[in-house]
């Protein structure tokens, strides 16, 4: 178990966050780029597990979705084991109970909340308010009312994810006030070196 950081450097968060649901993807795609943030967002227990720690002794700052883990669960012994054998910086989740937990053994937590309807947006800024985690991601991230609405509700960074694919969706959520966005998308990765 590591010290665990006060908190996410809002001046630390690239504009652009790697995110890759297979681990073999991520590695692949940053293979010869400067360690930044990713998002492992899947996969099976020992390949996520693998990728998490080879990508963190690389200098990565590495969150791992361990609502999307398989083989491991997202309670307190789950992100126990994730932390001690994964290294990651932190977890993404959307269940207040994994937040309270990675916060526990060390690791940041960045809180989902899914814009689906303004009953999802208020149960999620009430867990937020709750849990305190260290940032929170909206998804979809191609919403900037309701990022801009998020982030006046909120007292940690933004992050924007989901359906981003494009450079006007990515600036139209940093407008909104999100700090980073999260994609998986290769085009959007190799313009991320200029935005930063």
């Known amino acids: 178990m590591t010290s665990r950081p006060d908190a996410i450097d809002p001046d630390e968060i690239p504009k652009i966050i790697f995110a890759a649901r297979d681990p073999a993807d991520v590695l692949a795609m940053v293979a010869d780029t ?42 307190g012994e789950g992100i126990r084991l994730l932390a001690n054998l994964g290294h990651p910086a932190g977890v993404i989740t959307t269940h207040p109970s994994a ?36 940032a929170v991601e909206v998804l979809p991230g191609v919403l900037p009312d309701q990022i801009t609405t998020v982030v006046d509700a909120i007292s940690v960074p933004l992050i924007a994810g989901g359906l981003i694919t494009r450079i006007d969706q990515v600036t139209a959520a940093l407008k909104a006030g999100a700090l980073g966005v999260s994609t998986s998308s290769g085009l959007l990765l190799a313009h991320a070196q200029g935005l930063a």
Do not use: C, Y
Request: net charge negative; no cysteine; charged share 20%.
């Open 34 to 75: 400067e360690p930044t943030w990713v998002f492992l967002l899947g996969g099976n227990a020992g390949e996520v597990l693998g990728a998490s720690k080879l990508l963190s002794d690389r200098g990565f700052k590495v969150f791992v979705h361990v609502d999307m883990l398989h083989g491991i669960t997202n309670d």
């Open 99 to 134: 937040v309270i937990a990675a916060k526990k053994v060390g690791l940041l937590a960045i809180e989902r909340i899914f814009l689906l309807d303004s009953s999802s947006v208020d149960s999620g800024l009430r867990n937020v308010a709750r849990t305190q985690p260290d």
